[in-house]
């Protein structure tokens, strides 16, 4: 019989398995891009718009060769800037840029009801709930 431990981490991964093609969907069609993108294109704005490559890969849980592939086509499409880190030849920063930002209210407005959408069956309490002891865990697991 699994622990309650890792019932919580498969619901979680279910959970996630499900609904993400579903959101990625609805925002690939009606917000123009990839929820990856989205996802970058939000953590730089939450990070002051401009985080180092490093950090860009922690807060969005992919591998740095990922990101940093995934920045290089965000540039060509000119939602994000490169920009050399004078502190550490090594690194760059990933910056945000007014036509991103545009871009990611944009889809933001197609992301933010679909996530809406996804949950409108489930009762208001019990998403509080699991909302609160998701946030506990996070805290209690990851300071």
Request: charged share 25%; aromatic share 4%; hydrophobic share 45%.
């Amino acid at each position: 019989m699994p622990t309650d431990a890792e019932r919580t981490w498969e619901a979680v991964l279910r959970l996630h398995a499900a609904l993400l093609p579903r959101l990625d969907l609805a925002v690939t069609r009606h917000g123009g891009m990839p929820l990856t993108w989205y996802d970058v294109l939000l953590e730089l704005r939450d990070g002051g718009g401009r985080l180092t490559m490093g950090q860009l890969a922690e807060r969005v849980v992919l591998s740095r060769t990922r990101v940093s592939r995934l920045v290089d086509e965000m540039v060509g499409a000119g939602l994000v800037a490169r920009e050399p880190n004078p502190n550490d030849r090594r690194s760059a920063y990933a910056v945000l840029t007014t036509e991103g930002r545009r871009r990611f209210l944009a889809a933001a407005r197609v992301y933010l009801p679909a996530i809406e959408r996804e949950f409108e069956a489930v009762d208001g309490d019990v998403l509080a709930n699991v909302a609160d002891g998701l946030q506990t865990l996070l805290a209690d697991i990851a300071p």
